[in-house]
């Protein structure tokens, strides 16, 4: 545990020191800035958050049904920069979260795990709403995994030891999607690609060849990664409600894949909703909602590896510190 404590300590110091050119999704992020005649401001725009969540429960002597001894800790980064030049927008996001959890003499459990990347540009046709556009992203995780959520192969209490099933891009899902940007108002943007490309990374060989996040080829034994081509349609929003009093930030991105069954559409949700305490300081809710239908998700009675298809939802509360640079 000393040792997971100093590593979350140092991801969080290099992240914070590599801020210069980035940003993320989080709703105070986003509106901090919003007015009408955003984009007549020219320059960037630099805000970044720090949040943390913190759990402690001590048991002595408990009666029966009482529960157990709980540990639990984790820190959220989100950091954005933001150019506004000519007839050029330029929107950064970095977004790191990492959670991990103790139950009683238990081994250490990971209970979230983020690290994203996304960059956004366009420049303005003419006079209009309209941008010619360009889309990156890069999403993966920290640490590396074992069984559901364990961070050792042979944590105490299990009696066989357990397989790895994910680490550091492994998998990492890489994206570059070129096309327009539709903006009506400094709340909403869409952006569509009709040519997006997509690449699923798995730079672990074992992991690669578990069909877990993209189907096997036969013909290609040593496949690390797949790459689709595809359409892509993301909704950007952010507003503020109650007089500046909550804020909220969500988006929707929408994927299908010529080359591999596109009527199966990949769906990324991602909601944030702030509620401002005092200056700075607000309560921070995250609903994340993922489905791919290459990728395996655990079910309850999963305890080594992902067997189903279904919907994965990832849900965060914490305590959230923001400013503006």
Known sequence: MKKTTILLTVLLITAAAALPAQKVLDAKDNVKELSPKKDAKEGWTKIGGLGADFSWLNLINPRSGAGDNRVGFGGLLNY????VKDKLIWDNRLGLQLALVQVGNTALTKANDVLQFTSQAG???GSGKWYAAGLFDLQSQFLPTYGKNYLTATPKGVTKTLDLTGSLFSPATIRFAPGMIYKPSPNLTVLYSPVALKAIVVTNDK????GNFFPLD???PNKKADFQVGSEIRFDYVNKFFDGKVAYAGTLDLYS???RNPQNIDVEFYNSLDFF???NFSINFKSDWFYDHDIFVFKDNDVEKPTHR???IRNALLLKYSRAF
Do not use: E, G, R, W
């Not at 954005?80 to 150019?83: G, I, P, T």
């Not at 992991?207 to 578990?210: D, E, G, I, N, R």
């Open 80 to 83: 954005s920069a933001n150019l």
């Open 123 to 125: 420049y303005k046709i």
């Open 207 to 210: 992991l690669a060849k578990t």
């Open 218 to 220: 036969a013909t290609k």
């Open 257 to 259: 894949n010529y080359l």
């Open 277 to 279: 305490i005092v200056k």
């Open 310 to 312: 279904d919907v994965f």
